[in-house]
């Protein structure tokens, strides 16, 4: 059912000391702070080759952040975000294992705006779980190959023992009736 790992999301207790932590100590490309007031925090983004980093901290005094920061002063990891194709049959099989959505079996639009499914970390050995539905990714570029041939078409004109055999078209003549020349290595 899951896909890629979309990102992970790390409570801190300080947006801007992370932010310059990743940038100073990792060298990493960090977004601008953009503050979610539906979502209750301010978010900045950490660009890494093969996932997103979500430096997320709390924004307002009804942030759900607060309790988890409450509890884990340094910050810590909030959740993990996974890709699914389809948010609809990911609940289905969900429900199907006994597993309970939080805020209720219906989806909410994420920070990137696309549906997803916020799981418990009661289910998930620990960790707060979030399903993220992606649209394929388009093929672009794509060619159709049909199938190739030789480079060369076979010469005709070779011994009927290398008929058939494609190659550069070298033309192959023995005379089996005169000696070989002597070469470099032979005695007089």
Same mark, same amino acid.
């Given at each position: 059912?899951?896909?890629?790992?979309?990102?992970?999301?790390?409570?801190?207790?300080?947006?801007?000391?992370?932010?310059?932590?990743?940038?100073?100590?990792?060298?990493?490309?960090?977004?601008?702070?953009?503050?979610?007031?539906?979502?209750?925090?301010?978010?900045?983004?950490?660009?890494?080759?093969?996932?997103?980093?979500?430096?997320?901290?709390?924004?307002?005094?009804?942030?759900?952040?607060?309790?988890?920061?409450?509890?884990?002063?340094?910050?810590?990891?909030?959740?993990?975000?996974?890709?699914?194709?389809?948010?609809?049959?990911?609940?289905?099989?969900?429900?199907?294992?006994?597993?309970?959505?939080?805020?209720?079996?219906?989806?909410?639009?994420?920070?990137?705006?696309?549906?997803?499914? /916020? $799981?418990?970390?009661?289910?998930?050995? &620990? #960790?707060?779980? %979030?399903?993220?539905?992606? =649209? +394929?990714? !388009?093929?672009?570029?794509?060619?159709?190959?049909?199938?190739?041939?030789?480079?060369?078409?076979?010469?005709?004109?070779?011994?009927? /023992? $290398?008929?058939?055999?494609?190659?550069? &078209? #070298?033309?192959? %003549?023995?005379?089996?009736? =005169? +000696?070989? !020349?002597?070469?470099?290595?032979?005695?007089?």
């Amino acid at each position: 059912m899951i896909g890629n790992l979309k990102y992970i999301a790390i409570a801190v207790p300080d947006l801007t000391v992370a932010i310059q932590q990743y940038k100073d100590v990792f060298g990493a490309f960090v977004t601008s702070p953009q503050d979610l007031p539906d979502q209750g925090m301010r978010l900045a983004v950490v660009k890494l080759p093969n996932t997103l980093l979500e430096l997320i901290t709390p924004l307002g005094e009804d942030s759900p952040l607060k309790d988890f920061l409450k509890a884990n002063p340094q910050g810590g990891v909030h959740h993990l975000s996974y890709e699914v194709p389809d948010i609809g049959k990911a609940k289905d099989q969900l429900a199907l294992s006994g597993i309970q959505m939080k805020g209720g079996e219906t989806s909410q639009v994420g920070y990137h705006g696309n549906p997803v499914l /916020s $799981l418990d970390a009661k289910d998930f050995f &620990g #960790v707060s779980v %979030e399903l993220e539905q992606v =649209s +394929p990714s !388009p093929v672009v570029g794509r060619v159709d190959v049909g199938r190739i041939g030789p480079a060369h078409p076979a010469p005709r004109t070779s011994s009927s /023992s $290398l008929e058939g055999v494609g190659g550069v &078209g #070298v033309k192959i %003549e023995v005379d089996f009736k =005169s +000696p070989t !020349p002597k070469d470099n290595q032979e005695g007089e």
